[in-house]
């Protein structure tokens, strides 16, 4: 298994009732990167949504550039960006820019979206987009590898171009693509990508890892990352309670959007309440605590990258701080240290 990594992630909502406006909170936010990156952290994610009025993050590669030129170590990546709403060869330009202000330090998660409104907003027919995520990572991947090349599908058609400037990282940043069902694992595996798992073990996990082996894929090279929330505290009574409350704010968000769409997102509304899914419920507890639940989980389901989300709804970013430290500083060291890997 690859080395475990850690991260934390951001979507940048701020409810009307937070106290802040958005410029502060993004100004807090690439302070507080700036701050983990100086203690170690490995990986910072950005989600994308649309057309959220708390101000859901719609675009995350500006956010990533910003926090690429304050940092030094840190990796940036989505989980995830919507391919359908994304031109995948301006896409591969903006990552080739952010690859470059990084010197290196850029990944893609990759998915196709289920939120009926943000289809509607951008005027792209739902149906649509299967195909449209299916080509543009076809077409992502031709960027990627640096040729010059032309493309003809059915939702796209490119003539003669070449990515420039060029990718840091021979080969192009490293692709990860979201799966919710086993039709989603297969995808990712046709494209030999890292995984996002967001569904019941045996309809994605296995499917993709079957999948891999079975196209000849080494599967020690490839990585497998979640969201899995992690609050340090020596006092859960006292630190908990507000934290759900803002978390239930962001999980009724999601289920809007599902029930509007008729469509489940995974985990995304029912992780709490769905025993055969992926469990990515919150990590609540002190250090030892959340060292010993994280072992489980990681063992369990063979995840080589642990995300949690640095900012609940409607929090400053100052509030998370102790928390976070322990995360990086503490959490983090001994689960390397415990499952042997460094």
Partial sequence: MPPIRFGVAYDFRNPPDSGFGHPELYAAVLEQIQWLDERGLDLVWFTEHH??????????????????S?????RFSSDICLLPFNNPVRLAEDLAILDNISNGRTEVGIGMGYADHEFRGFGIP????????????????????????SYSGQRYEFN???????YVQEGGPPLWVAAMSKLG?????RFAAHLLPQGPRDEVLDPWREAMEQAGHELTSRRVGILKSVLVTEDPERDWPEVRTA?????????????DSRHSPGNKADTYANP???????????VATCVVQLIEF?????????????LPPGFHPDRMNPSLERFVGEVAPQVRAQLGVE
Wanted: charged share 20%; with cysteine; aromatic share 12%.
């Fill in 51 to 68: 057309f959220i009025g708390d101000g859901y993050l719609p675009s995350w590669i500006p956010v990533a550039s910003a926090a690429a």
């Fill in 70 to 74: 304050l940092t030094k170590r840190v």
């Fill in 126 to 149: 739902k149906r649509r987009r299967v195909s449209l995520t299916d080509e543009g990572l076809e077409v992502l991947q031709r960027c990627f590898a640096g040729e010059r090349f």
């Fill in 160 to 166: 003669n171009i070449k990515i420039t400037p060029g």
């Fill in 185 to 189: 694992a297969l995808r990712a595996a």
């Fill in 247 to 259: 978390e239930r704010y962001r999980m009724n968000s999601y289920g809007s959007f599902a029930a």
């Fill in 276 to 286: 055969a899914l992926i469990p990515q419920t919150w990590v609540v507890g002190d």
């Fill in 298 to 310: 990681i063992r369990g389901f063979g995840i080589t990258d642990i995300v949690t989300w640095a």
